[in-house]
């Protein structure tokens, strides 16, 4: 059931993204629902995981790095000038057809929760047990959570996928559970829906 549970978890995220880019559906009517589901069976699925650190621990490092990520993605964002800048704010900073409180409800915790509770709660555990290990399991993971991101055909996104990645799959080897993670990444969207980092205008530029 578990493995069952992985492979339609996946083709489920690849297909959201399929239609937003492909199809040009609504970000904000495709992802929620889906990843809602799909991190709603994963916890249904992948029972309960023995942290190996505290609750206080894992909030404080989810917390963290949360916001250090975030603070990253700005500067990266001025580092690399408006173009990136540009469609980082398409991604994150335009939700025209919702308020920005839902737009941050749907993303930061419907979204980015069920993504955690799939890819941390569910895969990243089920993949340490199948004889790789932790380590190997968080690498596995990491890349798998990369591909789906890559079917978006959106920089920004990809580059969430590599960068918080990376963070979240370190968080949840880690702490051996999904707090940490789950911390991190609801904190990190939430900021970046809210507060969308953009360049700075070039001195000379118009």
């Known amino acids: 059931m578990r493995n069952v549970t992985i492979v339609a978890g996946v083709l489920a995220q690849m297909a959201a993204w399929y239609f937003v880019r492909w199809r040009g559906l609504s970000v904000w ?46 500067l990266f964002v001025i580092v690399a000038g408006r173009s990136f800048g540009g469609s980082v704010a398409r991604v994150y900073g335009e939700a025209s057809e919702v308020s920005l409180v839902t737009a941050v409800a749907l993303a930061a915790f419907v979204t980015a929760s069920g993504e955690e509770l799939f890819w941390r709660g569910l895969v990243q555990p089920e993949l340490a047990q199948a004889t790789m290990g932790a380590g190997g399991a968080a690498v596995v993971a990491w890349a798998a959570f990369i591909a789906v991101g890559l079917v978006s055909r959106s920089a920004p996104v990809v580059a969430a996928a590599v960068v918080g990645g990376a963070v979240w799959a370190a968080l949840g080897w880690w702490s051996g559970g999904v707090l940490a993670s789950l911390t991190s990444h609801i904190l990190w969207t939430a900021m970046m829906v809210a507060l969308p980092p953009r360049a700075s205008r070039p001195v000379n530029g118009p």
């Not at 009517?29 to 650190?53: D, E, H």
Request: glycine share 16%; no cysteine.
């Open 29 to 74: 009517r495709v992802t929620p629902p889906i990843l809602a589901a799909v991190g709603s069976l994963a916890v249904l699925v992948a029972g309960p995981a023995v942290p190996k650190v505290g609750d206080a621990r894992a909030l404080a490092a989810g917390a963290g790095s949360g916001v250090a990520l975030y603070l990253g993605t700005r």
